[in-house]
């Protein structure tokens, strides 16, 4: 259905490329957190991580592939490649909800992630209505590959502290990082 694809993804491919590179180069990383629109581009990347080969066709591990799933020969990055395995966590803020997408995504997107996600929604935001915000929830796969249940939150906040976008913002509260330390010490911790 074409209502929903995103028609000014200009670069969109380009933009999974470099942060494929960069992943693979300098990561691992823990997590991932996303704001606004790069809450957007974090669920994409981490959808086409999980729904694009990662090796080249002679069944190679360890290359830096393109958001189509082929090889990169990157001089700079020699050596220092290691296998894209996706993040621990992600950590949603103002997330633009799931619509519409890049034609170009079409391959790995809309894909159930397998990927613990705190949503954080501002319940004044402005700029993305949090309806919009909690379609991030359709993503998230209730199980993992292993059975284990993946771990969905949401934290809202009402601050009404940015008047001109209500609440489109990380928040800063202590109640906010308490929230996040316990989402993060159970994904990566147990507790």
């Known amino acids: 259905n074409n209502e929903y694809l995103w028609k000014g993804s200009e670069g969109y491919l380009a933009s999974i490329e ?8 300098k ?3 823990d997590g991932v957190l996303g704001f606004s629109q790069g809450s957007m581009m974090a669920l994409l990347f981490v959808a086409n991580m999980m729904h694009t080969p ?3 066709p002679n069944g190679l591990r360890g290359h830096v592939c393109n958001a189509r799933g082929d090889k990169l020969d990157n001089s700079e990055s020699a050596g220092k490649i290691r296998e894209l395995v996706p993040p621990n966590f992600l950590v949603l803020v103002g997330a633009v909800g799931i ?18 996600v705190l949503n954080v929604i501002g319940s004044h935001d402005l700029c993305c209505a949090p309806s919009r915000s909690r379609e991030v929830a359709w993503l998230v796969s209730q199980k993992s590959s292993n059975g284990d249940a993946v771990l969905y939150e949401e934290y809202e906040h009402d601050l009404m502290e940015d008047k001109i976008h209500g609440g489109h913002f990380v928040p800063t509260t202590k109640a906010f990082h308490a929230k996040l330390n316990n989402f993060v010490a159970r994904v990566m911790f147990g507790h």
């Open 18 to 25: 470099q942060i494929r590179r960069i992943w693979a180069t």
């Open 99 to 116: 619509r519409p997408w890049p034609l170009e995504a079409s391959s790995s997107w809309p894909r159930q992630i397998s990927v613990p």
């Open 54 to 56: 990662q090796h080249d």
């Open 27 to 29: 990561g691992p990383f």
